[in-house]
């Protein structure tokens, strides 16, 4: 499978998963998430990460808007692909 949770959970953009013909709303696991699942999964452990983290405030600023604008940049390619979560109770499932 070109594309799985295992590598877009790694950091890879889902760019390279919908250029190879991956059906954006497509189950890419047993659980049947969608790319846009993880994105979400992914976009919360940002949001997460920035939380608990003692890094200085300029740097943490400065890194947090760069994430922050990757993470736009990523959902607008999903947007463009038409790409939806699963549902509501399958994207809060364990095994994600």
């Not at 740097?59 to 940049?73: G, K």
């Not at 959902?75 to 994207?91: E, F, I, V, W």
Request: proline share 3%; charged share 25%; with cysteine.
């Amino acid at each position: 499978r070109p594309c799985d949770k295992r590598a877009l959970g790694a950091g890879s953009a889902p760019h390279g998963c919908l250029e190879a013909g991956v059906n954006a709303n497509a189950p890419i696991d047993r659980h049947g998430h969608t790319i846009m699942d993880v994105f979400l999964l992914e976009h919360q452990n940002l949001l997460q990460h920035f939380r608990n983290s003692n890094m200085k405030g300029q740097d943490e600023t400065r890194l947090f808007l760069e994430a922050e604008e990757s993470a736009a940049q990523v959902l607008k390619l999903l947007q463009a692909y038409r790409a939806k979560m699963s549902g509501r109770n399958r994207a809060l499932r364990r095994g994600l």
